[in-house]
C-alpha cells in the first residue's frame, strides 16, 4: 500500500498507532512519522565522510535497538534515514548546489554533473550500511509481519 499523506501527523504517536503506518517505497515519510523522526534526525549528518561514518554508525545502532524491541516502525524509520543518508549525499556529490533540476525549467532539464568526492564517499558510507538495514533478517521479518497485520488490501 501506498504512504498515506492525509494522516494528522502531527498529533499521531505511531509508536502507539503502528496499525496507521505504511511503508511507501523508498523514504516516503522520513521526516513526518513520530516520535521516530525526532528520535533519529538528530544524528543524521553527512557533510564529509567522518561525520557520515559517525552518523551512519548511530543510526544502525538504533536500528538495532528498534529490531531488539521488536518495534518494526522504528527500524523502518532508521533505514528510511540511511537511505536519505545515501541519496542526499549522492545529490550533493552530483550537483554543488543539492539541485538535480535546472530551477526555472518546466522539463525538468538535469543540471550537469559537478562531482564532489567527499560527498561520493559520504554517499559510499551510508549506502553500506542502509543495505545492511534493509537486508537484516530480523528487518525482513517484521516487515512481511507489518505488512500482513496492516497493510493487505
Known amino acids: ?10 498529533n ?21 512519522v513520530e ?3 525526532s528520535e533519529i534526525l538528530p544524528y543524521w549528518r ?5 561525520i557520515a561514518k559517525e552518523s551512519s554508525q548511530k543510526i544502525y545502532e538504533i536500528f538495532l535497538e528498534y529490531l531488539d524491541k521488536d518495534d518494526f516502525i522504528g527500524a523502518d524509520m532508521a533505514r528510511k534515514f540511511l537511505q536519505m543518508g545515501y541519496t542526499r549525499s549522492r545529490r550533493y556529490a552530483n550537483h554543488k548546489s543539492g539541485r538535480k533540476y535546472k530551477q526555472d525549467d518546466e522539463k525538468k532539464e538535469i543540471l550537469p554533473y ?3 568526492p567527499v560527498k561520493a564517499e559520504s554517499a559510499a558510507i551510508f549506502k553500506t550500511k542502509w543495505i545492511e538495514a534493509k537486508t537484516n533478517d530480523k528487518y525482513l521479518y517484521l516487515l512481511t509481519k507489518h505488512k500482513q497485520m496492516y497493510e493487505t488490501t
Open 1 to 10: 500500500m501506498a504512504f498515506d499523506y492525509s494522516l494528522d501527523f502531527k
Open 12 to 32: 499521531i504517536d505511531f509508536r502507539q498507532h503502528p496499525d496507521l503506518y505504511r511503508v511507501g517505497k523508498g523514504e516516503q515519510g522520513v521526516l513526518l
Open 35 to 37: 516520535p521516530y523522526k
Open 46 to 50: 553527512f557533510k564529509t565522510p567522518d
Open 114 to 116: 559537478d562531482v564532489d
